[in-house]
């Protein structure tokens, strides 16, 4: 049997995780290995749990009973949310406000991503009136700035229009060349397809099936994964 740790050079390990809600099982992993030394994709129906995984994974939650191993260190990660409130003051302060847990960034940084993001024009502007592509790139802008060498992104291009969709994904793209591992959850599997190396397929709270991004889509091993992928290549 292949030692699945041994395919990866970062990974999360995931053993007996219970995660419950009001006494209602929103995850039930028995044992899984999350490669995190690749772009990987979490994929599933709404409902299924994957915004509790990334909040899990992201440790932001902890699991009522079972363990959540990192294979790296520091395990220092950020979760951008697809709802991520802002506070009521300039696109500048939204983004200082990671000055307050690191106080080594500087301005010239908070300048920079600024630039990155393409918010220059927008920097003394309020936030909470940007546009949702705006939002979320701001949002994208103060994951990087917190230094990550884990970032987890909650359906990143929900509602935004395809110009904006493909800024986002230009962005998420340059993330492993910045020195960023990236997990996503997403609906989209022509996005998945796009950016993708390895999907995690998560039903019923959940993961049923994983494995790269070629072979789920074109030979997917269990019955869920195919029904998934047929419903959504009709919705599509």
Known sequence: MVNEKEQFSQFIELKDVLVKSNSRTILSIAHAIIPTDRI??????????????????AGLITPDSGSV??????AKTALVLHHTPMIKASTRANLKMVMDADPSIT????????EQTNLTRLADSPAHKLSAGERQKLCLGRAILQKPNLILLDEPT???????????????????????????????????????????????GGIIEKGPV???????????????????????
């Open 69 to 74: 191993t990192y294979s790296f260190f520091p």
């Open 158 to 204: 929900a509602n935004l229009d395809p110009n904006t969709t493909e800024q986002v994904e230009g962005m998420i793209s340059q993330f492993r060349e910045q020195g960023f591992e990236l997990i996503f959850s997403s609906h989209q599997l022509a996005q998945v397809k796009r950016i993708a190396q390895y999907i995690i397929f998560i039903d019923g």
């Open 214 to 236: 070629g072979p789920f889509f074109s030979h997917p091993q269990t019955s869920a994964a195919k029904q998934y992928l047929r419903q959504e290549l009709l919705a599509d």
């Open 107 to 114: 301005i010239n940084q908070i300048d920079a991503i600024l």
């Open 40 to 57: 990987t994709a979490c994929i599933g129906p709404n409902g299924a749990g994957k915004t509790t995984l990334l909040k899990l994974l």
